[in-house]
């Protein structure tokens, strides 16, 4: 049997906060499928593929850290907008930052939402499991 193609892409370095992510998902009944790329790279590579033509289902959703090694978040929120395959596709950040010019320049390159990584774990917990719930249940995309 195949595996799903997955419902959330989780660009995340820090595996603890990875693990975080992906509990959270599941502590809100979430069981979709997830994939998970370290860096910026992977993360481009996965969505737009090495190739021009290259053309695959995407997520319902893009969970993307800032501070990434190889690819910053901002380069791959920038790649993501350019490409015409990925350009409405919901992009949420989820960063240790509250610096307002990261918010401002999530925003101006395309972010669906800002989501300041909160420290609690609980706080996390909910935070996360509120966006997967919105992006995951709620949200309806164009067909």
Known sequence: MAAAWPDVLLVEDNPDDMELT?????????????????????????????????????PKVVLLDLKLPKVGG???????????????????????????????????????SYIVKPVEFEEFVRSVGIVGVYWLTLNQPPA
């Open 22 to 58: 992906l509990r959270a998902l599941r502590r809100h009944g979430l069981e979709h499928p997830v994939h998970v790329t370290r860096d910026g790279a992977e993360a481009v590579s996965y969505l737009l593929g090495d190739s021009p033509g290259t053309s695959r289902p995407l």
């Open 74 to 112: 901002f380069e791959v929120l920038s790649r993501i907008r350019a490409d015409e395959r990925t350009r409405r596709l919901p992009v949420v950040v989820i960063s240790s930052s509250r610096e307002e010019p990261d918010i401002r320049e999530a925003y101006r390159l395309g972010a669906s």
